[in-house]
């Protein structure tokens, strides 16, 4: 099988391609390098049914004859949206558009790639698929947010009108290696604060929670979707449902990394 894997020198991506060359399948990589990173996918390139291109979504999809397609091409952390919000909302608008018309032409099955972001500031705990989400079109976040929605809704506007075989992942908090180091999420943040026995910042009182799912599981989880005859039109939560506080979670990176650390709040 020949896979597209939109965004696949980035942090979820790069996983995703590993796993689907691991089971003999053929991916082709598109980034345009944005906030993905050719580091992430170096050590694929000797693969012969590994292939990377230098594209920008934003301007047309690849002229490939593929089988399946990924959608994860998008900056996803909070330095990245914020930096870039036209890009963050051109990609999952015209990128998304210029993707189904490829799936429309080459009769591919098609995975858009979301948020659990689409639910804002959720009041209802945890979100089920239905929950429509408590959101701001104007937030210092809605250039994320709002651009997911809008890709979610394109998504099943080309299912419902050209019969694109189409599911959509929200994803979760998601950590593990290759993640960005600067991206500002807690992981990340409390891993080098307590690696550099810099203090570890916890911000309120710690006791707030958070869920978070290791990549390979993460992936494991889009590849069922993909593969899940039964998910065809479908949204998806993809997650780890165990919640810890984040207090709990900056004492374990800080027993883990046997680090000196203090934690301090902030």
């Known amino acids: 099988m020949k896979a597209l894997v939109a965004g696949g020198a980035g942090f979820i991506g790069s996983h995703l391609c590993e796993r689907l060359l691991d089971e003999g399948h053929t991916v082709i990589c598109a980034d345009n390098f944005l906030t993905g990173r050719r580091s992430n996918v170096a050590h694929l390139l000797s693969s012969?049914?590994?292939?990377?291109?230098?594209?920008?979504?934003i301007e047309g999809a690849p002229e490939v004859e593929v089988e399946r397609i990924y959608h994860l091409a998008s900056p996803a952390s909070p330095p990245g949206y914020t930096c870039f919000p036209l890009e963050t909302m051109r990609v999952n608008?015209?990128?998304t558009r210029h993707l189904l018309e490829l799936s429309v032409r080459t009769g591919s099955r098609f995975l858009y790639a979301s948020t659990s972001e689409v639910y804002g500031d959720p009041l209802e705990h945890p979100q089920r698929e239905g929950y429509r989400g408590n959101v701001s079109s104007t937030g210092p976040r809605s250039m994320y947010d709002e651009a997911k929605r809008f890709?979610?809704?394109?998504?099943?506007?080309?299912?419902?009108?050209?019969?694109?075989?189409v599911r959509i992942a929200r994803i979760f908090n998601t950590y593990g290696p290759r993640s960005?180091?600067?991206?500002?999420?807690?992981?990340?943040?409390f891993v080098v604060q307590a690696?550099?026995?810099r203090p570890i910042t916890v911000y309120g009182d710690g006791k707030q929670t958070r869920s978070l799912c290791f990549v390979p599981d993460l992936v494991d989880g889009l590849v069922r979707l993909m593969e899940s005859e039964a998910a065809s039109g479908e949204v998806v939560n993809l997650g780890?449902?165990?919640?810890?506080?984040?207090?709990?979670?900056?004492?374990?990176i800080r027993r883990l990394a046997g680090s000196n650390s203090q934690i301090v709040f902030a």
């Open 195 to 197: 690696l550099t026995d």
């Open 48 to 57: 012969p049914r590994f292939e990377l291109l230098d594209l920008d979504l």
């Open 180 to 189: 960005d180091p600067d991206d500002g999420r807690m992981v990340p943040n």
């Open 240 to 252: 780890n449902p165990a919640e810890h506080t984040v207090l709990e979670y900056a004492e374990m």
């Open 151 to 165: 890709g979610e809704a394109m998504t099943m506007a080309y299912r419902n009108t050209r019969s694109v075989d």
């Open 93 to 95: 608008s015209e990128g």
